[in-house]
């Protein structure tokens, strides 16, 4: 008996070193194989919102073109993409100003590599024509929809005291995105604080647009944010997926029409609905990146200065803080990264 357990114990630990020298020869193969393509394995996260370079960029194969093995993940917002950011589920994700911020507050090590969109001009007061409100002073009393810790809350705030009214003044109504539409068609409220697509949305169903970020003296962006260990060990990966958006940007500027089908397809949106969302923004090249000057700068000499991105978002970090919606204030300039900008800003 002891003869047999001793066979069959060496048969188990045979059949476990064959195994692990199985699984050492397939690891091998797979990195012999990305080394011999020049390809590199990139795992996106994304969320429907104005990002038209992503879009174009699937719709084209751009990354494909520059090498990159995509694999895309879809999320409803930015915070779920947080967990996927520590598992190393994704490597690159978009995302808005708010959750970007949360990310930096909590210490997730991630950086902003770029910005996708400039949505000052996508984002603002849209209301029913039956309300009453022609300007912005008109909202005193009236019910407006806002997205509670978003930019539309802070962007609505400012502009709040542009004209010497307060919150109190008016009823909000904290409404998740996927039900402002219904509410709007309904009358359950005058207005809504809304980004893009959703205010092209809303201006279908019959709303008109009072105010936007832009006109309060409010920025707003779409960023672009990666996991640094990630961005130390594969800068080629991380200059090609930005080189296939910068790609996609120059689409964007010289044929309109295909843009316009990547926004609708990625979207579902209509033919007018996407082409407001493409007049609302601006996709900003590297080379306005970089430009120390540029609203949304990524150069360090604007960064210092809090000028460029750090204002918009150290602006916004403040207003989180003060109510509550972040732990801590974080270090923005820390957390934002232009060395790639620089590098493909030519």
């Known amino acids: 008996m002891k003869t047999i357990r001793k066979k069959f114990h060496i048969g188990i630990i045979l059949l476990l070193v064959l195994g692990l020298?199985?699984?050492?020869?397939?690891?091998?193969?797979?990195?012999?194989?990305?080394?011999?393509?020049?390809?590199?394995?990139?795992?996106?996260?994304?969320?429907?919102?104005?990002?038209t370079q992503f879009y174009i960029a699937q719709n084209e194969k751009l990354f494909e073109k520059n090498s990159i093995r995509?694999?895309?993940?879809?999320?409803?917002?930015?915070?779920?993409?947080?967990?996927?950011?520590?598992?190393?589920?994704?490597?690159?994700?978009?995302?808005?100003?708010?959750?970007?911020?949360?990310?930096m507050a909590e210490n997730l090590p991630v950086s902003v590599i770029a910005v996708e969109v400039d949505s000052s001009n996508g984002e603002g007061l849209v209301v029913n024509e039956k309300s009453g409100i022609n300007k912005l002073e008109d909202i005193k009393g009236k019910k407006i929809s806002v997205l509670?810790?978003?930019?539309?809350?802070?962007?609505?705030?400012?502009?709040?005291?542009?004209?010497?009214?307060?919150?109190?003044d008016l009823t909000i109504i904290n409404l998740d995105i996927t039900t402002i539409i219904p509410a709007f068609e309904k009358g359950d409220?005058?207005?809504?604080?809304?980004?893009?697509?959703?205010?092209?949305?809303?201006?279908?169903?019959?709303?008109?647009?009072?105010?936007?970020d832009a006109d309060v003296g409010v920025g707003a962006s779409g960023v672009w944010m990666a996991r640094n260990e990630w961005v130390e060990k594969n800068p080629e990966a991380v200059e090609a997926f930005l080189k296939s958006l910068a790609d996609a940007n120059k689409i964007i500027?010289?044929?309109?029409?295909?843009?316009?089908?990547?926004?609708?397809?990625?979207?579902?949106?209509?033919?007018?609905?996407?082409?407001?969302?493409?007049?609302?923004?601006e996709y900003p090249t590297y080379k306005e990146l970089w430009d120390p000057r540029y609203k949304l700068s990524?150069?360090?000499?604007?960064?210092?200065?809090?000028?460029?991105?750090?204002?918009?978002?150290?602006d916004l970090a403040d207003f989180l803080d003060e109510n509550g919606k972040i732990t801590q204030k974080p270090n923005i300039e820390e957390h934002i990264n232009g060395s790639f900008v620089e590098k493909l800003q030519n």
């Open 253 to 281: 500027g010289e044929d309109k029409e295909k843009s316009e089908k990547a926004l609708q397809g990625a979207l579902a949106l209509e033919k007018q609905e996407a082409e407001s969302v493409l007049s609302n923004s």
């Open 70 to 103: 995509p694999a895309y993940t879809k999320f409803t917002a930015g915070p779920p993409m947080f967990a996927a950011f520590n598992s190393g589920s994704i490597d690159v994700a978009y995302m808005g100003n708010p959750p970007a911020i949360i990310a």
């Open 189 to 212: 409220v005058d207005g809504v604080w809304v980004w893009d697509p959703w205010v092209s949305k809303l201006v279908t169903a019959g709303g008109k647009v009072i105010v936007r």
């Open 298 to 314: 990524m150069n360090p000499d604007a960064l210092k200065k809090n000028e460029g991105l750090a204002k918009v978002l150290n």
């Open 21 to 51: 020298l199985a699984g050492c020869g397939s690891n091998e193969e797979a990195s012999s194989n990305e080394k011999s393509d020049g390809s590199h394995a990139v795992k996106i996260g994304w969320q429907p919102s104005v990002e």
């Open 148 to 168: 509670r810790g978003s930019s539309a809350e802070y962007a609505m705030m400012q502009a709040l005291k542009k004209v010497g009214l307060t919150e109190k």
